[in-house]
């Protein structure tokens, strides 16, 4: 398995790309102010959720409502481990993570099975489930008044937790990379374009399937957790729908399936949102008109558009000319 991991992947191009895009990213801190920095920060949050639900939805083809829910799941599983029982956060953060996995197992067990819209509906149940139980059970999670967490760092400014989300959001993507290229990520691409035709050829789509949902938990998990040390004040906002709605405005627009579609876009939509937020609920009256607009010219997103670009960049390549005398006809 490492072989081939090893095989598959070009490491070489892999390093350069990675440090293209990080460079301009660490000197950021140097020319932002601090509530810039802030909503950089929380982007970097977004671009990890955005990221591994185009994991589960774009490239295996499981059209999942539920992953706010995960990330609700570790930051309140962390942070209430905290409160209740004194955990410190090297213990309370790995059982966020590790809650959501589990949970993530266990829903990918039971509605996995199911496809296109039964799965979408289920999934929602359990998110609106996890939603209306931090809600209600107040006196365990506090509901809208406010889960109190204590912060990831004592005295920290705001570019520790602008670098520590930088770094997360990293190793995060690449470990999503590494998933891809993998000789699993051949069998979720084969799930997602014909799941019948992958079981006739021997794959395990259940196995496969559950996995890669649990994966995906995880990691929504592991954002929620460092999510909840960072803003410090929980809220059953995090489990609410429209969070899951702007995970899907993020993929759609950046192009489902594509790897690096959502990196792309995930950071400039939460950044729009957060300068939105003084029209109200304008800001998603406006996201639909750029999805209605973006998906009847390119179905397949801005990662289409950019292909397209760069094929009508590219130098076009000198065609061979036909030979002056064509070359007899065989024999009979």
Known sequence: MKRQLFA???????????????APLLLLPLVADAYALHVLTISLYYVILAASW???????????????AFAAIGGYGSG????HLGAPLWASMPFGVALAALLGFALGRMVLKMRAIYLAIATWAFAETIHILLTAAYRFTRGELGLTVPALYRSAGPAAYYYTFLVLALVSVLAMYLVVRSPMGFFMCAIKDDE???QSFGVDTVRVKTAVFTLTSAF?????????HYTLVLSPQMADFSEMAKLIIMVVVGGLGSFAGPLITAAPIQILTTYLEKYGEWDMVIYAVLVIALMRSYP?????????????LAPS????????????????
Not at 8 to 22: F, G, H, P
Not at 80 to 83: F, G, P, S, Y
């Open 80 to 83: 209430l481990l905290v409160r």
């Open 317 to 332: 390549r000198p065609r061979h000319a036909a030979p002056k005398h064509p070359l007899p006809d065989p024999p009979p």
């Open 220 to 228: 929504a998990g592991l954002a929620g957790a460092f999510y909840a």
């Open 300 to 312: 397949g997103g801005l990662a289409a558009l950019a292909g397209e670009l760069r094929g009508r």
């Open 54 to 68: 185009n994991l589960l939805a774009g490239v295996t083809g499981q059209f999942s409502l539920a992953h706010q």
């Open 196 to 198: 019948l035709r992958a």
């Open 8 to 22: 598959l992947v070009d490491w070489r191009r892999l390093v350069l790309v990675a440090a293209a895009l990080t």
